[in-house]
């Protein structure tokens, strides 16, 4: 990672998207079955840059409003840490008699434990699968519109989207034992529809008028 403490960053009245994603983050910092994990990261980003002529694709989540991301491959300096791609998001329907979109989209929380030794030892050997029953239970006791379909271990899987060569870190130790999986599923929102309220195509509004619009207030765009 770029930074030497990095954070785990919510966005102020996030929407769409982005607040699903979060309400992820916020569910899986809240459970306390969960605080053997170090970094429960927001929504990531795919990142790009250039490496010795070969483009790389890694992920990365925000650090502070703005352009401030940190590359969040796995590395030996984070003990374990979470983020969570939302991607594909169709329109399924319009609720009746409101101007709002229900939307679905896929939805994958990848994990990365650089030394399973250093995770509560009451776990015992069946340490993988135990850790990933918290997480299913507490998607599905806190997180109710994320439906889980599967489990991935497979590097090549878990990372499916970035360069997997960039995804395995450097380990002078051979006693370390690492952990990828992920999990994936579906997510479902709602946005307004603008198309049927009066939105002037200037994206620059406050968040907090969209809630009271999809909610029975009055929708108002920002000069």
């Keep these: 990672m770029s930074y030497q403490t990095p ?4 966005i102020t009245n996030p929407i769409f998207a982005d607040l699903a994603a979060q309400k992820i983050q916020q569910a899986m910092i809240d459970a306390s079955e ?4 170090e970094f429960k990261f927001g929504r990531a980003r795919i990142g790009r840059e250039e490496r010795k002529g ?3 694709s890694y992920p990365t989540t925000q650090q502070t409003f703005g352009t401030d991301f940190i590359n969040c491959s796995p590395n030996d300096f984070v003990l374990s840490q979470s983020y969570i791609l939302i991607q594909n998001d169709s329109p399924v329907s319009q609720a009746e008699g409101k101007n709002i979109v229900n ?5 994958s929380i990848i994990f990365f434990i650089s030394d399973l030794n250093k995770i509560d030892t009451s776990y015992g050997a069946n340490i993988e699968q135990l850790l990933r ?10 997180v109710p519109n994320f439906t889980f379909t599967e ?3 497979e590097i090549e899987d878990v990372y499916a989207e970035f360069t997997v060569d960039a995804m395995k870190p450097v380990d002078n130790t051979d ?10 599923g579906t997510i479902t929102y709602k946005t307004p529809c603008y198309t049927t309220f009066p939105y002037d195509g200037n994206f620059d509004f406050d968040p907090l008028d969209v809630f009271d619009f999809i909610y029975g207030g009055t929708f108002t765009t920002q000069p």
């Design 54 to 56: 070969v483009e790389i």
């Design 7 to 10: 954070i785990e960053f919510t």
């Design 103 to 107: 939307w679905i989209a896929d939805c």
């Design 151 to 153: 489990w991935v271990d």
């Design 34 to 37: 969960l605080d053997w994990l």
């Design 133 to 142: 029953a918290d997480i299913q239970q507490v998607l599905k006791v806190r």
């Design 175 to 184: 006693h370390k034992k690492k952990a990828y999986f992920r999990a994936n």
